[in-house]
């Protein structure tokens, strides 16, 4: 135990060194090699290629996985910290705009899949499992947050009754609008858009397009697309 601490500890220190070395040198050409090549020794996994601008926060780097191509901007917070399981990872290609804050609490797992757009000011929380598809659009403001506040018992604090983890998944080719909210427990099924400002408290069928507080399903894209080729669509 004691040698795991010290091993933590060590981590946490080579960790604030390197990012506050390096973490503020100007985008140009040098500081971004420079971080990318540096940086792998404190990553669980840090790709070539990988463009990271200056002013991005990493914590908990030993537990976050960044793959080839991704472009991270300024402002940028992750923060992997927390329970030793905890894992965010990055796949191929992934963008993140300016201020996106992603963050763990207890036993999180935190997947952005290829060629996935997050939009600057969205906030990605747990703690639970967040799994994001492939080529989704996630606009600005957006918050996606893998837990609930429990509150039932009204003569105890909220912030005492716990919280429950059911998990959230956002499939692939999912377009979300400017600031919508997607709470703990949902899916949104691929091919999805989701109108700004809604509020998605329920499973989302896949090629839907979903608006308002809560978000309900307004058309399915499938359907209206085979409707005009002149398909017949099945009524059972």
């Not at 985008?27 to 790709?47: E, M, P, W």
């Not at 329970?83 to 300016?98: D, F, M, P, Q």
């Not at 085979?226 to 017949?232: D, Q």
Request: proline letters at 4%; aromatic letters at 8%.
């Amino acid at each position: 135990m004691n040698n795991q601490k010290y091993s933590s500890k060590l981590q946490r220190f080579k960790e604030l060194l390197l990012t506050t070395l390096l973490g503020n040198i100007p985008t140009i050409a040098l500081g971004t090699k420079l971080r990318n090549l540096v940086y792998r020794s404190i990553f669980s996994q840090l790709d070539s290629q990988v463009y990271i601008q200056y002013g991005v926060e990493f914590l908990g780097t030993d537990r976050i996985e960044i793959s080839k191509g991704v472009y991270i901007f300024q402002g940028v917070r992750i923060d992997a910290q927390g329970h030793s399981s905890n894992k965010i990872y990055l796949s191929r290609g992934v963008a993140i705009e300016r201020n996106v804050n992603i963050g763990c609490l207890d036993n999180t797992f935190i997947h952005i899949d290829e060629e996935t757009f997050i939009g600057p000011d969205v906030c990605i929380a747990g703690p639970g499992e967040i799994k994001i598809g492939k080529r989704c659009m996630i606009a600005a403001h957006s918050g996606i947050y893998g837990n609930n506040h429990n509150f039932a018992n009204p003569l105890e604090p909220i912030k005492y009754q716990g919280v429950t983890r059911k998990g959230i998944v956002i499939e692939d080719d999912c377009w979300l609008g400017h600031g919508v909210t997607v709470l703990d427990g949902v899916t949104i099924g691929q091919g999805s858009v989701i109108g700004a400002g809604a509020v998605v408290t329920k499973d989302i069928p896949p090629f839907s397009v979903a608006i308002g507080v809560p978000a309900r399903v307004i058309k399915n894209r499938m359907s209206q697309q085979l409707s005009k080729r002149g398909v017949g669509i099945p009524q059972t």
